[in-house]
C-alpha cells in the first residue's frame, strides 16, 4: 500500500509555470505506475500524464502535451509535474495517482491508490 500526498499547487497568471510534487510514503514507489489526473468544477475528471515505474515511459494528454512534463525520482519517493505555459483552462484540482499494474493506461479505474489533490488556478 502507498500514500500519495501532492503539493506544489496554487493560483498563477496565464503563461506561468507550476511544478507539482507527489509524495509517497509506504510500499517502495519504484513499484507503481503514476498518473497526474485533473478534475474542474462541475468536469468529469481527466486525465493528463502518466510514467512508468523505472521512468522511461510517458504519455501525455493533448490538452497539455508540449507544455507539460511528468517525471519521478524514484530515490525521494516523489513524482512531479511540471507545468508550463499555463492556460484558464488548465484550472483544477490536480490529483495524482498509483497502480500496481504494470501496463497502465489512461482510464482512472486503473490506478489503485489516490491522492487529496492540489488546487490550481489560472487567471486570465
Known amino acids: 500500500q502507498v500514500?500519495?500526498?501532492?503539493?506544489?499547487g496554487?493560483?498563477?497568471q496565464a503563461g506561468g509555470s507550476l511544478r507539482l510534487s507527489?509524495?509517497?510514503s509506504g510500499r517502495t514507489f519504484s513499484s507503481y505506475a503514476?498518473?497526474?489526473f485533473r478534475q474542474a468544477p462541475g468536469k468529469e475528471r481527466e486525465f493528463v500524464a502518466r510514467i512508468s515505474r523505472s521512468g522511461s515511459s510517458t504519455s501525455y494528454a493533448d490538452s497539455v502535451k508540449g507544455r507539460s512534463t511528468i517525471s519521478r525520482d524514484n530515490a525521494k519517493n516523489t513524482?512531479?509535474?511540471q507545468m508550463n505555459s499555463l492556460k484558464p483552462e488548465?484550472?483544477?484540482v490536480y490529483y495524482c495517482a498509483a497502480s500496481v499494474k504494470t501496463y497502465?493506461?489512461?482510464m482512472s479505474t486503473?490506478?489503485?491508490?489516490w491522492g487529496q489533490g492540489t488546487q490550481v488556478t489560472v487567471s486570465a
Open 22 to 24: 507527489c509524495a509517497a
Open 34 to 36: 503514476m498518473a497526474w
Open 90 to 92: 488548465d484550472t483544477a
Open 10 to 12: 496554487g493560483l498563477v
Open 79 to 81: 513524482g512531479y509535474l
Open 104 to 106: 497502465v493506461t489512461r
Open 110 to 113: 486503473e490506478y489503485d491508490y
Open 3 to 8: 500514500q500519495l500526498v501532492e503539493s506544489g
